[in-house]
């Protein structure tokens, strides 16, 4: 598309007028966001570019592993791989209060990515994968009054203290529209119409308990089954997010002889074109049955699954 192919070419000369021979680092999420700014980066300024990829352990399945062999591997990306998953598990210990988790990964992110920038000698540019949506959503939301709806998980504060300024190429841009710039900067398909996932990833699909390692299983598990239905249904393009939830309630069930008491599951599955406004997806009731089958079966420690019906609003997307 030439409008976007002229959108490309124009931010790629603005990120090199406002960085010069300066150095740039990028926070690496897996995320498409993220990813098409340091698709974007690397393209203007190459290895002035440094990407840092905190890894929290919150992640969906296989994910971290995609995102060093894309940018490591093929893209030939400077990328820091830092495993804190430990420190994040220990910081959130005992922890169920939404905001208090939100703003712990907030820090803890923080301080991580601070170190790592450090050892890489440091820079003069954060690059950021700021959205329009964004810009609006912390002025106010949805036109309402100006109040915190979630704290959302971001570099804030990081910029100022490590004495950087900041490169936010896709500021003017809705989803959509990163999307098409991320296919024209070459991206794969699969991770340019990946579903968007929050900063503080599988942390927040877990409310109402503690996290720790077996229950984030329990739920990648979940969430995985979920998503490869979805994909086998042909359906992955056509919804917005679509996430299981584990729910802090055990429930009786009965498995062959046995009667069984273990988590329930929420699936989560909506249309949006900006996350601001979200109506639940319309699955056919066969394809939800198919789903809580095979999660009930593969996953041990889930015996009953539902699906949540609620929109946007009342309802947020994430249950955090
Ligand atoms: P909610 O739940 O507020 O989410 O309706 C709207 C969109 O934002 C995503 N989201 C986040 N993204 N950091 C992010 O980068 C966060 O802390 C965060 N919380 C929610 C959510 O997945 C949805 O796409």
Request: proline fraction near 5%; charged fraction near 25%; glycine fraction near 10%.
């Amino acid at each position: 598309d030439w409008t976007m192919k002229a959108f490309k070419a124009q931010e790629i000369a603005k990120v090199r007028a406002q960085v010069g021979s300066g150095r740039v680092i990028c926070g690496l999420s897996g995320g498409v966001d993220s990813s098409v700014v340091a698709a974007l980066l690397h393209e203007a300024i190459g290895d002035q570019l440094t990407c840092v990829f905190v890894d929290t352990g919150f992640m969906r399945s296989g994910e971290a592993d995609q995102v060093v062999s894309l940018f490591r591997d093929r893209f030939n990306i400077k990328l820091v791989h830092k495993d804190a998953s430990d420190l994040f598990l220990d910081k959130l210990a005992g922890l169920t209060d939404p905001e208090k988790k939100r703003k712990i990964i907030g820090a803890t992110f923080i301080d991580v990515f601070e170190e790592e920038a450090k050892a890489v000698g440091g820079a003069d540019f954060l690059a950021q994968g700021t959205l329009y949506p964004d810009v609006i959503e912390s002025v106010s939301f949805t036109g309402g009054p100006s109040v915190t709806i979630k704290s959302h998980h971001n570099v804030g504060g990081l910029p100022e203290r490590m004495n950087m300024k900041l490169v936010e190429p896709l500021r003017e841009l809705f989803k959509d529209e990163v999307r098409e710039l991320g296919r024209e900067l070459g991206l794969p398909d699969d991770m340019v119409g990946r579903h968007p996932f929050p900063g503080p990833g599988l942390a927040i699909r877990i409310p109402g308990q503690p996290l720790t390692r077996e229950n984030l299983d329990i739920l990648r598990k979940a969430d995985a089954v979920y998503l490869d239905e979805i994909r086998k249904a042909g359906l992955y393009d056509q919804i917005w997010q679509a996430f299981a939830v584990l729910l802090p309630v055990r429930t009786v069930g009965v498995m062959g002889d046995s009667r069984s008491y273990d988590y329930a599951c929420a699936l989560r599955a909506v249309t949006s074109t900006d996350g601001m406004t979200a109506d639940f997806y319309p699955f056919d009731m066969a394809f939800i049955g198919r789903v809580a089958n095979r999660i009930i079966n593969e996953v041990k420690g889930i015996n009953r699954v539902t699906y949540d019906v609620t929109s946007k609003p009342p309802g947020t997307i994430e249950w955090e």
